[in-house]
C-alpha cells in the first residue's frame, strides 16, 4: 500500500531508482547514448522554444504579402461596387425600400466599405494562403489574363448570385412544402 501523505512543495522527490509511495522510479534511458544525440535533442528543443518567436515576423511579411495582393486585386474598387450591386438587388427585391437607398448605402459603406474591412481581408487571405502562395497570385493578376479576371470578377459573381437567387425563388414552393411537412402541418413563419 502507499503512502496517503500530500505532496507539497516541500517534500522532496526521490532520484531514480529509489522508491515513492511503494513504486519504484525508473527515468526513461535509451539503450544507446550517443553524443550526437544529445546535441540533436537540445537543437530541437532550441528550435521548438524559439519557433514562436520567429511567427510574428514571418506573419507580419504574410499579411504583407495579402494587403499587396488585395491592391492588385483592387480590392476597394471591387468592394464599392459590391455595395451597390447589392443595394440594387435588395430594392429589386423589396421595392417599399426605394426612398431609403441614400441611407442604407451610407450604412453599407460605413461597414462594409474598403476602408472597414481591409485588415480583416488581409487576415482571411493570410490564413487561407502561405506566403509564396500570396505572392504567385500577385504576380498571375499583374498579368493581363489576371488584370481580365479582375475585371470581369465582379461582374461573374453578381451574375452567379442573381442565377442562385432565380433558382431559390423558381423552387421555393419545394423548399415551403418540405417545411410545412416537417413542421406536420403546422405554419410557420
Known sequence: MYNERVLSPQTELPRRGQKFRGWQLELFRPAVQHPGMNLLFRCLLAATILQPLAAPADEASQRAAAATLLSNMEMEKVM???????????????????????????FLTKHMSWEAMKDDMAKIYAAE??????????????????????????????????????????????LQAAIQTQSGGKKTP
Open 129 to 174: 494562403f502561405t506566403e509564396p502562395e500570396l505572392k504567385e497570385l500577385n504576380a498571375f493578376y499583374q498579368t493581363p489574363l489576371g488584370k481580365k479576371t479582375l475585371q470581369k470578377m465582379p461582374t461573374l459573381l453578381a451574375k452567379g448570385a442573381e442565377i442562385g437567387q432565380k433558382r431559390v425563388q423558381e423552387h421555393l414552393p419545394e
Open 80 to 106: 464599392s461596387q459590391s455595395v451597390d450591386q447589392m443595394l440594387q438587388m435588395q430594392v429589386q427585391q423589396n421595392p417599399a425600400i426605394a426612398p431609403y437607398q441614400a441611407q442604407i448605402k451610407a
